[in-house]
Nanobody
Framework: QVQLVESGGGLVQAGGSLRLSCAAS????????MGWYRQAPGAQRELVAA???????NYADSVKGRFTISRDNAKNTVYLQMNSLKPEDTAVYYC??????????????WGKGTQVTVSS
């Protein structure tokens, strides 16, 4: 079992920044990748950014150049630094972890989500 707890969401004006954190605990030694997903009202959940155990990252086209995913292995924490936020970034952001994600598997564990609201 893996537990994921997100923090750092909130309300920010367009052009502002937020940093999300995801603290992982439990059986984390076999995690293959961790990622941030988001779901806006009426939309499907989408991948925002992911980072593998080897340190490789990938991003949705819509956030490239604005968002950065990183991790602190000592703290078992993954971060999402979000800059130049836009109203269309408004969504619930979820942290996820997977054991076979790099080979096409799903994310196996999910946090409860944190709301990010960007006002225009």
């Amino acid at each position: 079992q893996v537990q994921l707890v997100e923090s750092g969401g909130g309300l920010v004006q367009a052009g502002g920044s937020l940093r999300l954190s995801c603290a992982a605990s439990g059986s984390i030694f076999s995690i293959d990748a961790m990622g941030w997903y988001r779901q806006a009202p009426g939309a499907q959940r989408e991948l925002v950014a992911a980072i593998t155990s080897g340190g490789s990252t990938n991003y949705a086209d819509s956030v490239k150049g604005r968002f950065t995913i990183s991790r602190d292995n000592a703290k078992n924490t993954v971060y999402l630094q979000m800059n130049s936020l836009k109203p269309e970034d408004t969504a619930v952001y979820y942290c996820a972890a997977g054991f076979r994600w790099r080979s096409g598997g799903p994310m196996d564990y999910w946090g409860k989500g944190t709301q990010v609201t960007v006002s225009s």
